[in-house]
């Protein structure tokens, strides 16, 4: 399948090439002396002439002066200290929530608004499918991995079935409702994750429906800012991060895309979470209600050493905070009001944007975000011997932005807690490691299929000493709705529930 959409790379990677010849080859390499990185032609000379003109192609696709700045301004923001600013917890009244206790008339005010914008067209959802399963043991991308349900479905058709069972709520009678679905891709990702799509016939959502775009990369630096070469031909490169994607919706025309459909308001999320609710009404109804240009889904941490970032205040703006960037003290510091702690926020990277915040808003924010430096062993060509090193330590430099490098410059933002076990379960690690594992991810979904069951009436008759396999298809329900005619039934723990009607009970 083509890609839709215009290919792409990041800002500093979008030159126009010129072609091959003598006298552009001259103005290239002067370029790249005027940077102080003329090192990448060392071996130029020596390539064939098919080598020779790709190389040509991607040396004249580097801003190599922008790149150089980028490395600059990242190494001495990093040399200062980011936490010096006044680091503070989020305050009660700033952000709601849907966690037990809380005003269900005002999550269900929530959802219908929710549902409003999706029934008249107005929502899509964006999916960072960026990731390779290397950690578990797949080349593959990491939508493509089965966690082990009864269905041995992938995540992407996991989340594929939520969006079909959601457009079918939402629509009217002759006026079927369109969630777009935008899944963005990197380089090694990019083909397969498409071939996986068409392959499953778009898992039976509507391919003009489907825009797939590239992250953008970056060159890879040595530690003093030199560019590596990969091979003596080619340029090292990485992703520059999810923070990326949103330069890359601009580059690639999904935002003008979305708005020729009509569309306003954007639910962004991660391939790996196996709970997230695409395109979720409750959030997307809130943050729509408070007339937010951003917002952000946070669950509450499992203890107050838990290892993610959370969602506070720094100098009076949104951000989010690493945990090694706050003190013991403060990560256990409780709220006056209630024992709950004061940075409790945990960031899931699940989303909410306006499509004017994305189009109009953003290309202004983007030039003041900074990238983060990444140390990691990159191969590349030893210049002296010509060999290619594979280092045992970190030699080099990725420059990265974060996905919410965006909050500080937000001026209306929509934060909503949610429960952990009902929105988020991600997929981390290799089987068998016993913490956001495949394990895990399986167990999460299996046992929310079964607190539907439970909440619509149904007994789920589990074994004593043995796992249950029970899934709901998300074709049949999408949050536990739809499940009424399962009241009073005794269900078998161990089946696949695709049609209603149709159980295995005891």
Not at 43 to 63: K, T, V
Not at 158 to 172: G, K, N, P, W
Not at 191 to 202: C, N, S
Not at 456 to 480: D, K, Q, R
Request: charged residues 25%; hydrophobic residues 40%; aromatic residues 8%.
């Amino acid at each position: 399948m083509e890609l839709r959409g215009a290919h792409f790379t990041t800002d500093s990677m979008v030159q126009g090439t010129p072609s091959f010849t003598s006298e552009s080859l001259a103005a290239l390499k002067q370029r790249y002396a005027d940077a102080k990185q003329a090192h990448v032609f060392k071996y130029f000379d020596e390539l064939d002439d098919q080598s020779a003109a790709a190389f040509f192609e991607q040396l004249s696709s580097i801003d190599v002066a922008q790149c150089n700045e980028f490395f600059l301004r990242t190494t001495q923001a990093a040399a200062q200290e980011k936490s010096s600013g006044k680091i503070e917890p989020l305050e009660a009244g700033s952000f709601a929530s849907t966690l037990a206790g809380s005003r269900d008339d005002e999550s269900a005010r929530w959802r219908a608004e929710g549902m409003r914008l999706i029934r008249e067209n107005k929502v899509a959802v964006i999916l960072l499918a960026g990731g390779q399963g290397t950690r578990l043991g797949s080349s593959a991308p990491k939508g493509c991995y089965d966690i082990g349900l009864p269905s041995h479905k992938s995540l992407f058709a996991i989340q594929a079935e939520r969006i079909r069972r959601l457009q079918q709520l939402a629509s009217d009678a002759g006026s079927p409702a369109k969630i777009p679905w935008l899944v963005m891709t990197s380089g090694p990702t990019s083909a397969a994750t498409q071939k996986a799509f068409a392959d499953a016939g778009y898992f039976g959502l509507d391919a003009d429906d489907v825009f797939f775009f590239n992250q953008g990369v970056l060159p890879c630096f040595d530690m003093e800012g030199r560019i590596l070469l990969e091979q003596p031909g080619r340029v090292a490169v990485a992703p520059d991060g999810n923070g990326g994607i949103y330069q890359a919706l601009r580059l690639s025309g999904a935002l003008d895309w979305l708005r020729a459909r009509g569309v306003e308001h954007i639910h962004s999320y991660c391939v790996d979470n196996c709970l997230v609710r695409v395109a979720d009404p409750v959030f997307v109804g809130y943050a729509a209600l408070r007339g937010a240009e951003c917002g952000a889904l946070v669950v509450p941490k499992k203890a107050w050493d838990e290892p993610v970032g959370v969602i506070c205040l720094r100098n009076g703006r949104y951000d989010v905070v690493e945990y090694s960037e706050i003190s013991e003290d403060m990560a256990r510091m409780t709220r006056p009001e209630s024992s709950e702690l004061a940075y409790n926020a945990g960031n899931i990277c699940n989303h909410y944007y306006t499509l004017d915040f994305l189009q109009h808003r953003l290309p202004e924010i983007e030039a003041s975000l900074e990238h983060h430096i990444a140390r990691k062993k990159i191969k590349h060509i030893d210049l002296e011997s010509g060999e290619q090193v594979a280092p045992t330590k970190p030699n080099g430099i990725k420059l990265e932005r974060f996905v919410f490098d965006v909050f500080p410059h937000v001026d209306k933002m929509a934060v909503l807690e949610v429960d952990r076990k009902d929105q988020f379960s991600p997929l981390k690690n290799a089987p068998g490691t016993g913490v956001d594992c495949p394990e895990t991810s399986r167990r999460d979904l299996i046992a929310q299929c079964i607190r539907f069951a439970e909440a619509a009436g149904a007994t789920v008759h589990t074994v004593e000493g043995s796992e249950p396999a029970f899934e709901i298809s998300g074709l049949v329900s999408y949050a536990g709705e739809g499940l009424e005619s399962l009241s009073g039934k005794a269900l078998a723990a161990d089946q696949l529930i695709t049609d209603i009607d149709s159980v295995v009970t005891v």
